[in-house]
């Protein structure tokens, strides 16, 4: 067997399945700042469209626009705040 492919194995499932509270903390950390880049990055685009009139950013695709505010409000809410607000428990 190759052993790199044994060392990622240990690596992952150290992350994946840990009930360490330290490692539980950074990963709610990892989750909080990835999910508050994306809903950055989707504010940014909501703003570059709202900027003048008709769609222009989004190719003409309203059902697009949709899915893009449906998501930024889920990212912010769920995922960034969420985080953010239960990291001063760990």
Same mark, same amino acid.
């Given at each position: ?6 060392? /990622?194995? +240990? %690596? ?6 840990s009930?360490n ?5 950074? @990963?709610?950390?990892? /989750?909080? +700042? %990835? ?6 990055g989707?504010?940014?685009l909501?703003?570059?469209? @709202? ?6 950013i989004l190719?003409d ?7 893009v505010?449906?998501?930024h409000?889920?990212?912010n ?14």
């Amino acid at each position: 067997m190759f052993k790199g492919f044994s060392n /990622l194995y +240990i %690596f992952q499932t150290r992350w994946r399945f840990s009930t360490n509270h330290k490692d539980i903390g950074i @990963l709610y950390l990892i /989750l909080g +700042i %990835f999910s508050g880049v994306l809903g950055t990055g989707m504010s940014i685009l909501i703003r570059m469209e @709202l900027g003048s009139s008709g769609l222009q950013i989004l190719f003409d695709n309203y059902q697009l626009y949709n899915v893009v505010v449906t998501a930024h409000a889920f990212f912010n809410n769920f995922f960034y705040s969420k985080a953010y607000s239960y990291w001063w428990i760990w």
